[in-house]
């Protein structure tokens, strides 16, 4: 869907909930749409705003993001560096998105489907419990990292052989 669709459609959400999509949230919630892939911090969403909002302060977007967050139009996660991230949650999406982060390079991917549907009926029935959302990423060695140590150690081995 195009940048101006979800717009139009987080619009509508933020006006169900009774809040204005003004200029300074526009220009943050165009921030995120068009780095959708990058997990962006809070001062990396102000810097961005800041070339298209020049006269908006770090506290304006951190209240923003932080209002994005309490209607679910973006998830607040935190990969274990001790920094929050903001991600748009995709769209008609119930829950949060999956992540794979690699340990070695930083690289964020995402897994768009929700795995865990088994899982969840599961819980439900057996804890009588009713899930709303989870969180699960996934710490390991990214497809480019295991191909580069692949590389290397064959390069090593080249080596010995001389
Ligand atoms: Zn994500
Ligand atoms: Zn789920
Ligand atoms: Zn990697």
Same mark, same amino acid.
């Given at each position: 869907?195009? *940048?101006?669709?979800?717009?139009? /459609?987080?619009?509508?959400?933020?006006?169900?909930? #009774? $809040?204005?999509?003004?200029?300074?949230?526009?220009?943050?919630?165009?921030?995120? &749409?068009?780095?959708?892939?990058?997990?962006?911090?809070?001062?990396?969403?102000?810097? &961005? *705003?800041?070339?298209?909002?020049?006269?908006?302060?770090l506290?304006?977007? $951190?209240?923003? &993001? !932080?209002?994005?967050?309490?209607?679910?139009?973006?998830?607040?996660?935190? /990969?274990g560096?001790?920094?929050?991230?903001?991600? &748009?949650?995709?769209e008609?999406?119930d829950? #949060?998105?999956?992540?794979l982060?690699?340990?070695q390079?930083?690289? *964020?991917?995402?897994? !768009?489907?929700d795995?865990?549907?088994? *899982?969840?009926?599961?819980?439900?029935r057996?804890?009588?419990?009713?899930?709303?959302?989870?969180?699960?990423? /996934?710490?390991?060695?990214?497809?480019?990292?295991?191909t580069?140590?692949?590389e290397? #150690?064959?390069?090593?081995?080249?080596?010995?052989? !001389?």
């Amino acid at each position: 869907m195009a *940048v101006e669709e979800r717009m139009t /459609f987080i619009k509508k959400q933020l006006h169900s909930q #009774s $809040y204005k999509l003004t200029p300074q949230r526009e220009a943050t919630v165009e921030v995120l &749409l068009e780095n959708e892939e990058d997990h962006l911090s809070a001062e990396d969403v102000y810097l &961005l *705003v800041k070339d298209k909002a020049p006269e908006i302060g770090l506290a304006t977007v $951190y209240r923003t &993001l !932080e209002l994005l967050n309490e209607l679910e139009i973006v998830d607040k996660i935190n /990969f274990g560096d001790g920094v929050s991230r903001y991600d &748009l949650r995709k769209e008609g999406a119930d829950h #949060s998105h999956h992540h794979l982060v690699c340990i070695q390079c930083g690289d *964020v991917s995402e897994i !768009e489907e929700d795995l865990l549907a088994e *899982v969840e009926t599961k819980v439900e029935r057996e804890w009588n419990f009713k899930i709303k959302d989870h969180r699960l990423t /996934f710490h390991g060695v990214c497809n480019a990292c295991q191909t580069k140590a692949a590389e290397q #150690s064959h390069q090593k081995e080249t080596v010995g052989q !001389e």
